[in-house]
Nanobody, 124 residues
Framework: QVQLVESGGGLVQAGGSLRLSCAAS????????MGWFRQAPGKEREFVAA????????SYAESVKGRFTITRDNAKITVYLQMMSLKVEDTAVYYC?????????????????WGQGTQVTVSS
């Protein structure tokens, strides 16, 4: 069993920044991928970014490239999402997810464990 706890969401003005954190605990994998997804009201959950345990594999959605940065701390089994130049359309509930292995997938159905989500609201 894996538990994921996100933190760092909140309300920010357009152009501002936020940093999300996701701490994992429980029985964990020797190699893994941790990712961030988001879901806005009335929309499907979408991929934002993912990183594998070695840091050698990173992927971003086109909509966040150049603005968001994903990093990880293996010792703490924690993943971070630094979000810069936030836009109103970034408003959503952001979820952390994890899957075993080293290959990065962007479909939420490929991830096994999920956090409870943290709200990010960007005002104009």
């Amino acid at each position: 069993q894996v538990q994921l706890v996100e933190s760092g969401g909140g309300l920010v003005q357009a152009g501002g920044s936020l940093r999300l954190s996701c701490a994992a605990s429980g029985r964990f994998f020797s190699s893994y991928v941790m990712g961030w997804f988001r879901q806005a009201p009335g929309k499907e959950r979408e991929f934002v970014a993912a990183i594998n345990w070695s840091g050698g594999g990173i992927s971003y959605a086109e909509s966040v490239k150049g603005r968001f940065t994903i990093t990880r701390d293996n010792a703490k089994i924690t993943v971070y999402l630094q979000m810069m130049s936030l836009k109103v359309e970034d408003t959503a509930v952001y979820y952390c997810a994890v899957r075993g292995g080293a290959l990065i997938f962007t479909d939420p159905r490929d991830f096994d464990w999920w956090g409870q989500g943290t709200q990010v609201t960007v005002s104009s």
